[in-house]
């Protein structure tokens, strides 16, 4: 226990066949982590893991994270398949947002799959009869988070990528994705903006506050 917050190991699981769904980083270090959502209510972390390693998917992470596991689905040292060469996509309704981010000091480095770590986060839906991207009932669960968060923050420190480098999918594309930290005219009053800047404070508490045990956690994903 330090500054008194629990901390409780995570359980990580190395899946027996890592995603055919990789490339080489081509001389590039992985300088950006970037989150995403698994877009379906009814895929969990087994099932996310065996699509990005069973199915023709040509999809992939470096980890997939729920409330309680880590799987790791891709190596660091290689590029997983997730954000492509990361360019913006102009059709979608936050695709200024995310050319003002590439113009940025932050954004002006990114090369997409080649120096980024992508880690996809189990979600959940009240109204499963629907599943379209501007429903307002998608979810993270507390776990998930407090799960994505310690893993975000061992993965900062042990390859030196400062905070303003931990990105979602859509601040480099404009793509609204992870759906529950996008905001999108069709939210009303929600602002999922405000609980994405809540999960970065997340992020940068257990960085501040307890880097001897996540190095324990990483040595273990890694």
């Known amino acids: 226990m330090k500054d008194g917050i629990k901390r409780e190991l995570l359980i990580v699981e190395i899946p027996k066949k890592l995603s055919p769904f990789r490339s080489r980083r081509k001389g590039c270090k992985p300088g950006y982590i970037v989150i995403h959502y698994t877009g379906s209510p009814f895929q969990g972390i087994d099932r996310t893991v065996h699509y990005m390693t069973e199915y023709q998917s040509e999809r992939s992470a470096h980890y ?16 997983a398949w997730h954000v492509s060469d990361g360019s913006v996509n102009r059709r979608y309704e936050r695709g200024k947002d995310a050319e003002a981010w590439h113009n940025s000091e932050a954004g002006a480095a990114f090369r997409g799959n080649r ?4 880690i996809e986060l189990c979600v959940t839906k009240t109204d499963k009869k629907s599943v379209k991207v501007g429903d307002t009932d998608w979810e993270f669960t507390d776990g998930t988070v407090e ?3 310690k893993l975000v ?8 990528i400062p905070l303003r480098r931990v990105i979602r999918h859509m601040d480099a594309t404009g793509k609204p994705c992870p759906r529950p930290f996008v905001s999108l005219k069709s939210d009303g009053n929600r ?3 405000e609980l994405w800047d809540r999960f970065l404070k997340t992020v940068k508490d257990y960085a501040d506050r307890d880097l001897y045990r996540l190095n324990r956690i990483i040595k273990r994903v890694l």
């Open 153 to 160: 923050a061992a993965l900062m420190d042990e390859l030196d």
């Open 64 to 79: 997939v994270v729920d409330g309680e596991r880590i799987a790791q689905v891709v190596a660091i040292d290689d590029a």
């Open 147 to 149: 799960t994505a968060a």
């Open 115 to 118: 120096n980024s770590i992508g």
């Open 191 to 193: 602002d999922n903006d």
